[in-house]
């Protein structure tokens, strides 16, 4: 009586382990591979210069899983001398930007520099940005900590899915 009452327990001890383990096996496999305990960049694009422009902006996203607040410092683009980390901002009606020094990701979040948001702003090409190219792209943190991913080159029209061209030329305020 007492043993059947152990083996019961067993055997549906058992199955909810072995159902557990295979439920989130996928999950934890790709956890391991992708080291999601630290600092990742994501989804990097850099648009082409306009002719004539000075300038142009790069996007993509920061995810902080870790258990401490970095502080993005600085950012750095193959092929071009400067970059700056730039946010929109509501001034007197107009939406104006400019540049941040420091810009906290806190522990477990993510921030995404997207249009109209922060945004890398890229100067000084030393060679043209062709579309379709991969440009290392190195973003340092107060830490010491440094990440790099290879951002895409892409058509201004691609930053929007073709559709909102019209608001290209609220971004040219340099
Ligand atoms: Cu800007």
Redesign the pocket.
């Known amino acids: 009586m007492k043993s059947s009452v152990i083996k019961t327990l067993i055997f549906a001890l058992s199955t909810f382990i072995g159902f557990n383990a295979s439920a989130h096996q996928g999950h934890e496999h790709g956890e391991h591979h992708h080291g999601s305990e630290q600092l990742s960049v994501h989804n990097a694009t850099v648009r082409t210069f306009l002719p004539a422009a000075p ?1 142009t ?1 790069g996007y993509l996203v920061i995810e902080n899983p870790t258990q401490q607040n970095k502080v993005l410092v600085k950012a750095s683009l193959e092929g071009v001398k400067r970059v700056e980390i ?1 946010e929109h901002v509501h001034k007197e009606d107009m939406m104006k ?1 400019q540049r941040v020094d420091e810009l906290a990701i806190p522990a477990g979040k993510s921030v995404t520099f997207q249009p109209g948001g922060y ?1 890398l ?1 890229v100067f000084e090409p030393v060679e043209t940005l062709k579309v379709g190219e991969k440009r290392k792209l190195t973003l340092y943190f107060a830490d010491g900590d440094r990440i790099f991913t290879m951002a895409e080159v892409v058509a201004l029209a691609d930053m929007f899915g073709g559709k909102e061209k019209s608001n290209a030329g609220h971004h040219s305020h ?1």
């Open positions: 300038s902006a730039h930007m945004h702003m340099h």
